[in-house]
C-alpha cells in the first residue's frame, strides 16, 4: 500500500528564516509526486510535480527536490502569506491516477 | 481559481438524511476524483471517474455513491449520513495521460447534526 510521511507536523519560522519541509514515501512504482499548499477551509493548490529522483522545480521562494525515497520543500526567506499547510502526494505507476497524500505540514511564518 | 466549481459550499443537516453533493471539472479535464478530508485524517480517496465510467475506488462506504454525467460533471450522493461524515468533501480533476496533475475544488463543508 502506498504510503506518505510528512515532517514535521508544524514549523514555526521568522520572516526570512530558511528552512524545509520533508515528505518520506513507499509506493510501488512512482509516477509523480505532488506538492499542495492548503489554505484553511480551502482546496489544495497545485505547487509542483516530480516525476523521478533529481528532479528540482522552482517558483518563487519554493524549491522541491525528490530523490527515490523522499521529497524536500524548501522555503527560503519566507514571508507571512506563505503561511498555510502544504501537503505532499504521490502516484503510483501502475493502475489508476488517485493520489496518495500524507497529513501535511502547517507552516506559520511569524512576521 | 483552479477551475473546478464545487456546490454547495456549506451543507448542515440532519442524522439519517441525504445529500448530493455537485462538482463541475476544469474545461476539458476527462477525470474526475472526490476526496474527503477530515480533522483527524488527511485527504482520503473516495472514488474516480473517467468520461463517464468509474475508474477507481478507494475508501468508500456503501452508503456513499457518485456518478459521472455525460457533460463530465460529477454529483456525489451521501445517505443515511451520521455524525462521523461531517467533513470537506472536495473534487478534483485531471486531464488523462502524462499530465497528471489533479486541480482542486474549494469543497464542500459537510455538517452532521
Same mark, same amino acid.
Given at each position: 500500500? #502506498? ?19 520533508? %515528505? ?32 528540482? /522545480? ?10 527515490? /525515497?523522499?521529497?524536500?520543500?524548501? $522555503? ?11 501537503? %505532499? ?8 491516477? /488517485? ?13 | ?21 455537485? %462538482? ?22 473516495? $472514488? ?8 477507481? /475506488?478507494?475508501? $468508500? ?9 455525460? #457533460? ?18 472536495? %473534487? ?22
Amino acid at each position: 500500500e #502506498d504510503q506518505v510521511t510528512q515532517s514535521p507536523e508544524a514549523l514555526r519560522l521568522q520572516e526570512g528564516e530558511s528552512s524545509s519541509l520533508n %515528505c518520506s514515501y513507499t509506493v510501488s512504482g512512482l509516477r509523480g509526486l505532488f506538492w499542495y499548499r492548503q489554505d484553511p477551509g480551502k482546496g489544495p493548490e497545485f505547487l509542483f510535480t516530480l516525476y523521478s529522483a533529481g528532479e528540482e /522545480k522552482e517558483k518563487e521562494r519554493l524549491k522541491a527536490t525528490l530523490t527515490k /525515497k523522499e521529497s524536500f520543500l524548501h $522555503i527560503t526567506a519566507p514571508k507571512p502569506e506563505d503561511s498555510a499547510t502544504y501537503l %505532499c502526494a504521490v502516484q503510483a505507476n501502475f493502475g489508476n491516477e /488517485k493520489l496518495t497524500f500524507g497529513t501535511g505540514t502547517r507552516l506559520t511564518i511569524i512576521p | 481559481d483552479s477551475g473546478v466549481t464545487q456546490t454547495p459550499k456549506h451543507l448542515i443537516t440532519a442524522t439519517g438524511q441525504r445529500v448530493t453533493l455537485r %462538482c463541475s471539472p476544469r474545461s476539458g479535464d476527462l477525470s474526475v476524483y472526490w476526496y474527503q478530508q477530515s480533522l483527524d485524517q488527511g485527504l482520503q480517496f473516495l $472514488i474516480q471517474y473517467y468520461n463517464g465510467e468509474e475508474r477507481a /475506488k478507494g475508501n $468508500i462506504l456503501e452508503r456513499f455513491s457518485a456518478q459521472q454525467f455525460p #457533460d463530465l460533471h460529477s454529483e456525489l450522493n451521501l445517505s443515511s449520513l451520521e455524525l462521523g461524515d461531517s467533513a470537506l468533501y472536495f %473534487c478534483a480533476s485531471s486531464v488523462a495521460g502524462e499530465r497528471t496533475e489533479a486541480f482542486f475544488g474549494q469543497g464542500t463543508r459537510l455538517t452532521v447534526v
